[in-house]
């Protein structure tokens, strides 16, 4: 079993659509969880970044944290075409040296 | 700022040949990664450098070897390319700031090994 698990997709949705991405881990020890944006052929940039439980928002997008559940969220609301790219979560440990990603989902916002 | 640029962006081996892929920063982090993204994979770390000089293994490190030479430059490299290394790889340095640690990626190296 990997340590943190992502469903692949693709999930397609209507422009305007409320979308959800979710990410389950198994290790206990993270306390830093990423939302990374990855578009078609580019290196993947940071989107989002909480530290624990709670949520987090930023403009469109809300990043949420459930520790007890080891369950990570990203919600986009009003979602756009630009928004079609591939989500990967992250987390780390206190340590932050390295990163574990998920597999990533593949999003698609059709017009 | 080029950020953190990788050369070449595509490359064709074949099994058994060497290579090197290229990543340099303009960043001043301390911090420099290598990873492998394959379909579903997600991104998995290969190698990593805490500072300049120093080198870490990652989850897969087998059949890849690092340098380090300065803060400015991170080279991987393939002594004998197997088809299992087909793969697009990824540089990353690390930026540390108020408990926040933000890593900034290149566009990376398309590698097919035939």
């Known amino acids: 079993q990997k340590e943190v698990e992502q469903d692949p997709g693709p999930l397609s949705v209507p422009e305007g659509a409320i979308v959800s991405l979710n990410c389950t881990y198994s290790?206990?020890?993270?306390?830093?969880f990423m939302w990374y944006r990855q578009y078609s052929r580019k290196g993947p940039e940071l989107l989002m970044y909480t530290y624990s439980s709670g949520n987090k928002e930023d403009g469109r997008f809300t990043a949420q944290v459930d520790k007890s559940s080891k369950y990570i969220s990203l919600f986009i609301r009003d979602s756009q075409p630009s928004d079609s790219a591939t989500y990967l979560c992250a987390m780390s440990d206190n340590a932050g040296n390295m990163l574990t990603f998920g597999g990533g989902t593949r999003l698609m916002v059709k017009p | 700022n080029a950020g953190v640029t990788q050369t070449p962006k595509f490359q064709v081996l074949k099994t058994g040949q060497s290579m090197t892929l290229q990543c340099a920063q303009d960043m001043n982090h301390n911090s420099m990664y290598w990873y492998r993204q394959d379909p579903g994979m997600g991104l998995r770390l290969i190698y990593y450098?805490?500072?300049?000089?120093?080198?870490d293994k990652g989850e897969v490190p087998n059949g890849y070897n690092v340098s380090r030479l300065n803060k400015r430059e991170f080279s991987l490299r393939l002594e004998s390319a197997a088809p299992s290394q087909t793969s697009v790889y990824f540089c990353a340095n690390q930026k540390r700031a108020g408990g926040r640690n933000e890593q900034f990626f290149g566009p990376g190296t398309r590698l097919t090994v035939l």
């Open positions: 450098s805490a500072s300049e000089g120093t080198t």
């Open positions: 290790n206990s020890a993270f306390q830093y």
